[in-house]
């Protein structure tokens, strides 16, 4: 069982920043990707940034000059750094993992398996 646990929202002002965290757990195998999503109230679930087995990242391209995704593989944990945070940021950000071959071409959500409970990040003018 995957679990998927992230930490490191809260609320900041515009231009601020934040760093988010996703430990990874209950591994019995290498996923091909990793990824953070983000969900606005009444708005569909959109991609972030993945990174793939062997450390290629994707970028959404309205976040891609202010958002860097990296990971610490020893210690299975998934991190987002957001700078300059706008107030059309703020949404429920979610951790996924994917073990389908076409992970690193695209940030859709069917391709992500296994989800974490999200953490909230709030960003006022």
């Known amino acids: 069982q995957v679990q998927l646990v992230e930490s490191g929202g809260g609320s900041v002002q515009s231009g601020g920043s934040l760093r988010l965290s996703c430990a990874a757990s209950?591994?019995?195998?290498?996923?091909?990707?990793m990824a953070w999503f983000r969900q606005a109230l009444g708005k569909e679930r959109e991609g972030v940034a993945s990174?793939?087995?062997?450390?290629?990242?994707m970028n959404a391209d309205s976040m891609k000059d202010r958002f860097t995704i990296s990971q610490d593989n020893a210690k299975n944990t998934l991190f987002l750094q957001m700078n300059n945070l706008e107030p059309g940021d703020t949404a429920m950000y979610y951790c996924?993992?994917?073990?389908?071959?076409?992970?690193?071409?695209?940030?859709?959500?069917?391709?992500?398996?296994?989800w974490g409970q999200g953490t909230q990040v709030t960003v006022s003018s």
């Open positions: 990174i793939d087995e062997n450390g290629r990242t």
């Open positions: 996924a993992t994917s073990l389908n071959p076409l992970c690193g071409e695209s940030l859709d959500t069917w391709l992500f398996g296994h």
């Open positions: 209950g591994y019995t195998y290498i996923s091909r990707c």
